[in-house]
């Protein structure tokens, strides 16, 4: 005589309101996000995702199997205390999908070892006049099955692809860096960005330059997250991606950020840029990982000279606006160098030029007889002051990068010398022009072409002659 099978037994899932917008795409989903959380706390084997022979699909988890009481669930413990390893938190997820599947005529059977759960509307127990949706639960088919098989009969191959496409995982997305908040990825030409968190898409991004995937979730992340799942506004998720770019050493970040600084004055920039210190930052980035120098428009056209020596020089351009321009002064790179814009290259350059500096002894007679009248020269100057260390004779000077042209006389004050072209040592009065020129600088502090060194200088040169510094 055989045993008699265990009776079947029906359990209220208690669900009071269907989410009408949901399509089976949306059941599905979490139907496949139960899986791979279960999968993520187990340790185990990859979900299965199949159709059989007879047209149902499968979708199969490794873990230790869905029991029943899992449906009483209002928040899970465990998932609770793994929240960067799964994606959802809520007992509701898997009722609401048993819901909405059942509403939209679809068959499901929830097999696993603890026993096999089907689903039926029924009078709720104790008040037959009260019908409800139920989960009648049956002795297992098989009791050494592994982990959950979930099968839905009346899904077509279009819902489940359209399921898969939520998530990360299926959409093949490209990493393009990794912080301890969540991956950044390349957005795909043909679509949106998505924000994904903890792998399951959130939202849709028009204006951004990059998807993302976060796994660490801010307060309002988890309380938008509750049980929708879907259309999450900005606002949850904001602070987060500003987060995740401002932790990026990605140079292919920093590249896609800079190239969309220079669309800023078009209005045609990713959203990303509008935030200024993710801007400053993609800065930051770029000018450690590449030769860059940050420029504006209108340094373009107005410097010519350092351009085009900069652009000879193998150095990259990166043309942003006035207004993140001024905040690049006193700007340190990644490895604490200072960001190069124009005014930092032309220190930079300055500093590697080489002068062929001549001794005195190798001078000719006459340009040693002219040489040695600096003093004099310098006594109309009131003599060369402390500011002044040393003088010196140059086969070769470095070109001013603005005009091009290459000087006959230099002032560097950083080492408190001034520099003399050899060719000057042509006449008394070259030297002499030349050497009060750069005395001027010295004295005063001013650049060409300011009012105090025009003045000051006038007013030496009217002192200077050739005879009188002979005498």
Same mark, same amino acid.
């Given at each position: ?10 359990f ?64 899970n ?46 009078p ?6 009260? %019908?409800? /949706?139920? @989960?009648?639960?049956?002795?297992? =088919?098989?009791?050494?099955? &592994? ?5 839905? +009969?009346?899904?077509?191959e279009?819902?489940i ?11 093949g ?9 969540g ?9 949106y ?28 992340m988890?309380?938008a ?5 879907t259309?999450?506004g ?43 210190? %993710?801007? /400053?930052? @993609?800065?930051?980035?770029?000018? =450690?990982?590449?030769?860059? &120098? ?5 340094? +373009?056209?107005a ?39 124009l ?24 340009e040693r ?11 109309l ?19 001013d ?13 950083d ?16 030297v ?6 750069e005395? &001027? ?18 007013d ?12």
């Amino acid at each position: 005589m055989m045993p008699q099978a265990a009776a079947s037994r029906n359990f209220d899932l208690n669900i009071e309101e269907i989410l009408e917008g949901w399509e089976i795409c949306h059941a599905v989903r979490e139907v496949i996000a139960n899986a791979l959380d279960e999968q993520a706390l187990t340790g185990t084997k990859e979900i299965r995702i199949a159709k059989d022979s007879a047209g149902a699909w499968h979708v199969r988890d490794y873990g230790r199997g869905l029991k029943y009481e899992h449906l009483t669930q209002n928040e899970n413990a465990e998932k609770l205390r793994n929240t960067q390893k799964v994606i959802g938190k809520f007992g509701v997820g898997l009722k609401d999908a048993l819901g909405v599947l059942h509403r939209r005529g679809v068959d499901v059977v929830v097999g696993s070892r603890h026993g096999d759960i089907t689903l039926k509307r029924a009078p709720k127990h104790g008040f037959a006049d009260v %019908v409800t /949706l139920q @989960a009648v639960i049956s002795p297992p =088919a098989d009791p050494w099955l &592994v982990g959950t098989d979930l099968i839905l +009969r009346g899904v077509s191959e279009a819902d489940i692809e359209t399921a898969k496409a939520f998530f990360l995982k299926f959409s093949g997305g490209e990493i393009l860096d990794e912080t301890q908040y969540g991956q950044i990825l390349r957005r795909a030409s043909n679509q949106y960005a998505r924000i994904y968190a903890n792998g399951l898409r959130v939202a849709e991004e028009e204006g951004f330059a990059f998807s993302y995937n976060i796994t660490s979730l801010t307060a309002p992340m988890r309380k938008a997250l509750n049980r929708e799942r879907t259309n999450v506004g900005r606002a949850a998720y904001s602070e987060r991606v500003k987060t995740m770019l401002l932790a990026s050493t990605s140079g292919a970040v920093a590249a896609t950020l800079a190239d969309n600084l220079t669309q800023i004055e078009q209005g045609t920039n990713c959203d990303e840029v509008n935030w200024t210190d %993710v801007a /400053l930052h @993609a800065c930051r980035v770029l000018s =450690a990982s590449k030769k860059a &120098v940050f420029v504006t428009a209108s340094e +373009r056209t107005a410097e010519p000279g350092s351009i085009d020596h900069a652009i000879a020089d193998g150095y990259q351009l990166v043309t942003v606006p006035q207004s993140i321009k001024d905040r690049l002064h006193d700007l340190k790179d990644l490895e604490g160098k200072p960001v190069r814009d124009l005014e930092v290259y032309r220190q930079e350059w300055a500093r590697s030029f080489k002068f062929k500096f001549i001794p005195r002894e190798e001078l000719t007679a006459d340009e040693r007889r002219i040489f040695d009248l600096w003093p004099k020269i310098a006594g109309l100057a009131e003599g060369l002051r402390r500011a002044v260390r040393e003088i010196k004779i140059s086969e070769v000077m470095r070109p001013d990068l603005r005009s091009n042209l290459e000087p006959v006389g230099l002032w560097e004050p950083d080492r408190q010398r001034i520099i003399i072209k050899r060719s000057q040592l042509r006449s008394i009065d070259a030297v002499a022009g030349t050497l009060l020129h750069e005395l &001027v600088h010295a004295q005063t502090g001013s650049g060409d072409v300011t009012r105090e060194f025009e003045e000051a200088l006038t007013d030496l040169l009217g002192k200077v002659s050739a005879r009188a510094i002979e005498a």
